[in-house]
């Protein structure tokens, strides 16, 4: 079945720094693909995402592109910020055979801390 | 983005009782709900779909009559974890989306711990 790698954590960061958070997945078909953000205390908001090979997501200065050669989807953003202190989640949705989208299938998590 | 409320946030119960959660959407009618259930530092994990009207779909493994999951509005879902024991302690969030190709919304979840 589906499943999505994630990067494990916690990763710590200072204020400005560089932030990678690897994510590889293993699916049939073409899923679209998503990252996820959970700020403490509240739901899962999503963050970005991409539907097809070499679409690159982007929002709030975080980036991933859709890498089908290495089935990876990894996020960056170039100066990370106190406020960017989460917990990030990787996610695929494959389209079923009507074209209805299915559920997401997550990766496990990785908390980030950005220290001022 | 569309509101999903989920509550209550933190439930601390004996075991042997019963739990239910509520997963609201806000401002837009959810045909579809999800309940996923996290445990520490694993992936979310979904339990069941749930469409309004009709009855859950359970995940392989999941115990339906452990799990009740009822759907009754299009804006609320209830999951009801009966007789719960420690092992049961996670921690549970829904989702909801108003159409198959839509985003669906999360709701904060929900830590429940048996005691």
């Known amino acids: 079945g589906d499943s999505v790698t994630q990067m494990e954590g916690p990763v710590t960061l200072s204020e400005e720094a560089f932030l990678t958070i690897n994510c590889t997945y293993t699916a049939t078909g073409y899923p679209s693909l998503f990252w996820y953000v959970q700020y403490p205390g509240e739901g899962l908001q999503l963050l970005l995402k991409a539907t097809k090979a070499d679409d690159k997501g982007s929002n709030k200065g975080f980036e991933a592109t859709y890498r089908k050669e290495t089935t990876s989807f990894h996020l960056e953003k170039g100066s990370v910020q106190v406020s960017d202190s989460a917990v990030y989640f990787c996610a695929l949705s494959n389209r079923g055979s009507s074209g209805s989208a299915r559920q997401l299938t997550f990766g496990s998590g990785t908390q980030l801390t950005v220290l001022p | 983005g569309a509101v999903v409320s989920q509550h209550p946030s933190r439930v601390i119960c004996k075991s042997g009782t019963s739990v239910k959660i509520e997963c609201r959407s806000l401002d837009f009618q959810a045909t579809t709900m999800f309940w996923y259930r996290q445990f520490p530092k694993q992936s979310l994990m979904l339990m069941a779909t749930s469409n309004e009207g009709s009855k859950a779909t359970y995940e392989q493994g999941v115990e339906k009559d452990k799990f009740l999951i009822n759907h009754a509005s299009l804006t609320l879902s209830t999951l009801t974890v009966t007789s719960a024991h420690p092992e049961d302690s996670s921690f549970y969030i829904c989702?909801?989306?108003?159409?198959?190709?839509?985003?669906?919304?999360f709701g904060q979840g929900t830590r429940l711990t048996v005691v």
């Open positions: 989702s909801a989306r108003d159409s198959p190709n839509t985003e669906a919304f």
